[in-house]
């Protein structure tokens, strides 16, 4: 199994500790951290605004962290989880992706989905339309970066959208061009994306519904031609991890929980406890499927979560 891990941004009220000055040396500090103890990744998320409730508390911006971790680190790869489609033309978004892929020495992943959050489309006046057109134009927006990414001139003429003579210089430095994380599990339209198109997939639930996804998917691949086992199957998760358990409940206390979490639900569907049950619940995925996890540790900014996994757990896999 690979690892990676988020750092923290202030999507998820994660630096309202830390002054806005001092807020990019931290999450460059974490980075490094990921770098040192032998995570394969670094994550970000694709938001504008905190996450769940609104404030004036800093969210950093995917693509412009991307941009700066790139210099900031030198092995450990640089992804989203996910950008959200919507916020950036495709033809656009094929051209940052290709210079940061470049300027990291062709270290870039890029995940991307077709976005769900209402409120936050509304507060920056983005549209919202219906599921199937976002979907849809997920999958466009997937064709042209592959075209931008590999054509010398690329064109396309779709149904969302269209280019016509598009050059995207320099390209990327991984070749075909960077692994494409498609995020998300719905299984008529989005997994079908996958299918075509993504080299890694990404989505959650229940073991049960881990698996049933993961069927689905298979399924779609056969109806495309596409060998399942070339998609790399990826989730997310939470992590509170301590020496004991009495140090688990202390750095639960001490977490800054956001307002109106169900903490039950949350602790059921997260990596919770000593490094024993972290690993029981790791291999627990591992044999759901799971080949990549990104694991988001709520400690990152102020405790040892992310180099106590490294050591005890990273290592049993």
């Given at each position: 199994?690979?690892?990676?891990?988020?750092?923290?941004?202030?999507?998820?009220?994660?630096?309202?500790?830390?002054?806005?000055?001092?807020?990019?040396?931290?999450?460059?500090?974490?980075?490094?951290?990921?770098?040192?103890?032998?995570?394969?990744?670094?994550?970000?998320?694709?938001?504008?605004?905190?996450?769940?409730?609104?404030?004036?508390?800093?969210?950093?911006?995917?693509?412009?962290?991307?941009?700066?971790?790139?210099?900031?680190?030198?092995?450990?790869?640089?992804?989203?989880?996910?950008?959200?489609?919507?916020?950036?033309?495709?033809?656009?978004?094929?051209?940052?992706?290709?210079?940061?892929?470049?300027?990291?020495g062709g270290r870039l992943d890029v995940g991307i989905g077709a976005g769900w959050y209402e409120a936050e489309y509304q507060a920056y006046g983005y549209d919202f339309p219906r599921a199937a057109v976002r979907i849809g134009m997920l999958d466009e927006a997937v064709q042209i970066l592959r075209l931008m990414w590999t054509e010398e001139t690329a064109s396309f003429d779709g149904r969302y959208y269209a280019i016509d003579g598009a050059i995207n210089r320099p390209q990327p430095l991984q070749e075909p061009h960077p692994p494409l994380w498609i995020a998300g599990g719905g299984e008529q339209l989005t997994l079908k994306v996958v299918a075509k198109y993504g080299d890694y997939a990404n989505f959650g639930g229940t073991p049960e519904v881990f698996r049933h996804k993961v069927d689905v998917l298979h399924r779609h691949c056969e109806a495309v031609g596409r060998d399942p086992g070339s998609i790399t199957l990826s989730r997310n998760v939470d992590c509170l991890i301590a020496a004991t358990e009495q140090e688990v409940e202390a750095k639960f206390e001490e977490w800054h929980k956001p307002e109106g979490r169900d903490l039950d639900a949350w602790r059921r569907n997260s990596l919770v406890g000593t490094p024993e049950a972290v690993t029981a619940g790791v291999a627990?995925?591992?044999?759901?499927?799971?080949?990549y996890l990104m694991v988001y540790f709520v400690d990152a900014s102020w405790g040892d979560g992310m180099r106590m996994f490294a050591e005890h757990v990273m290592s049993e896999f």
């Open positions: 199994m690979e690892f990676g891990a988020f750092v923290p941004q202030g999507w998820r009220l994660d630096l309202g500790h830390i002054p806005p000055p001092m807020q990019w040396d931290t999450m460059v500090s974490i980075a490094k951290v990921a770098e040192d103890t032998g995570y394969d990744s670094v994550w970000v998320y694709d938001h504008l605004h905190t996450f769940p409730d609104v404030t004036q508390q800093s969210t950093w911006e995917a693509w412009t962290l991307m941009a700066g971790l790139a210099e900031a680190t030198e092995r450990v790869r640089l992804g989203q989880m996910c950008t959200c489609n919507s916020y950036r033309p495709p033809s656009y978004l094929a051209k940052v992706t290709a210079c940061i892929d470049m300027m990291s627990q995925l591992a044999e759901q499927g799971v080949e």
